[in-house]
């Protein structure tokens, strides 16, 4: 797997990445008034609204929340509208990052992630700039504690989903992006328990970075785009092996 998801899987296990809540809300709200814009406020004919609403649930958001978030995107409630976004751009070392992002304001968002990159010894691309170097999937997380290996695979397998995946707490699986939600919906009339479903960005190639201090001007940038409350996912190809900064494990 590529280095940005290693260290996404050890600051997540380690406790580093502190979210605020109000913060995280934030990100989910704006996911679920994209997906009720696109699909609809029904949930039960909308895949990716179903899979929002879930992801809002497991994170402990009021129902209040989820509702508002949903009129807006149906235009039940007056407000500015929200765009998606994906802008691309490089770190340090020609490392390559993709940034999905969603606002009421494009310039805005624009000028912000400019200024992010800039700051970091970065610089943001044009559209295509870096696209290219990466695949969309799906991806679905299960926990290992919940269903076997064996098991997970044969449904996987027949599901239609592409590829599986261990680490030390989960099961990842990787989809064509038209049939993750699809996938995702046989899991869960089989019993099978989903820790998230999303769409995602996966690198062709990763760029190996073995300096510490480059290390840390990547992953620096890559806190400071996750700080950005416009953003919703960032994506990147460094592989950066998890023992080389052992203050931040």
Same mark, same amino acid.
């Given at each position: 797997?590529?280095?940005?998801?290693?260290?996404?899987? =050890?600051?997540?296990?380690?406790?580093?990445?502190? @979210?605020?809540?109000?913060?995280? !809300?934030?990100?989910?709200?704006?996911?679920?008034?994209?997906?009720?814009?696109?699909?609809?406020?029904? &949930?039960?004919?909308? &895949?990716?609204?179903?899979?929002?609403?879930?992801?809002?649930?497991?994170?402990?958001? &009021?129902?209040?929340? $989820?509702?508002?978030?949903?009129?807006?995107? /149906?235009?039940?409630?007056?407000?500015?509208? @929200? +765009?998606? $976004?994906?802008?691309?751009?490089?770190?340090?070392?020609?490392?390559? !990052?993709?940034?999905?992002?969603?606002?009421?304001?494009?310039?805005?968002?624009?000028?912000?992630?400019?200024? $992010?990159?800039?700051?970091?010894?970065?610089?943001?691309?044009?559209?295509?700039? =870096?696209?290219?170097?990466?695949?969309?999937?799906?991806?679905?997380?299960?926990?290992?504690?919940? *269903?076997?290996? /064996?098991? %997970? !695979?044969? /449904?996987?397998? +027949?599901?239609?989903?592409?590829?599986?995946?261990?680490? +030390?707490?989960? !099961?990842?699986?990787?989809?064509?992006?038209?049939? %993750?939600?699809?996938?995702?919906? =046989? %899991?869960?009339?089989?019993?099978?328990?989903?820790?998230?479903?999303?769409?995602?960005?996966? &690198?062709?190639?990763?760029?190996?970075?073995?300096?510490?201090?480059?290390?840390?001007? *990547?992953?620096?940038?890559?806190?400071? %785009?996750?700080?950005?409350?416009?953003?919703?996912?960032?994506?990147?190809?460094?592989?950066?092996?998890?023992?080389?900064?052992?203050?931040?494990?």
């Amino acid at each position: 797997m590529a280095g940005h998801s290693k260290w996404s899987k =050890v600051k997540r296990l380690k406790g580093a990445l502190d @979210v605020k809540r109000g913060k995280l !809300f934030s990100k989910i709200s704006k996911e679920i008034t994209i997906a009720a814009k696109l699909g609809g406020g029904n &949930p039960s004919s909308n &895949p990716r609204l179903r899979a929002a609403i879930q992801t809002a649930k497991s994170q402990s958001m &009021p129902n209040d929340n $989820i509702e508002r978030a949903i009129k807006k995107g /149906t235009g039940e409630l007056t407000a500015a509208t @929200v +765009e998606e $976004i994906l802008y691309e751009g490089y770190a340090p070392g020609g490392v390559a !990052f993709l940034v999905e992002a969603a606002t009421d304001n494009k310039n805005r968002t624009a000028a912000d992630l400019r200024a $992010i990159f800039s700051r970091q010894e970065g610089n943001l691309g044009g559209p295509g700039s =870096v696209s290219y170097l990466f695949h969309r999937k799906g991806q679905i997380l299960v926990s290992k504690s919940d *269903i076997s290996e /064996t098991k %997970l !695979f044969e /449904t996987a397998l +027949e599901a239609g989903a592409e590829e599986l995946l261990s680490d +030390e707490s989960f !099961f990842t699986l990787y989809t064509l992006p038209e049939q %993750l939600y699809a996938v995702a919906e =046989v %899991l869960r009339q089989t019993k099978i328990s989903i820790e998230s479903q999303k769409l995602t960005y996966l &690198p062709q190639n990763t760029v190996y970075i073995n300096d510490e201090h480059l290390a840390l001007r *990547i992953l620096n940038l890559y806190d400071a %785009l996750e700080d950005c409350d416009d953003v919703l996912s960032i994506h990147s190809n460094f592989d950066i092996p998890e023992g080389l900064l052992p203050e931040h494990t």
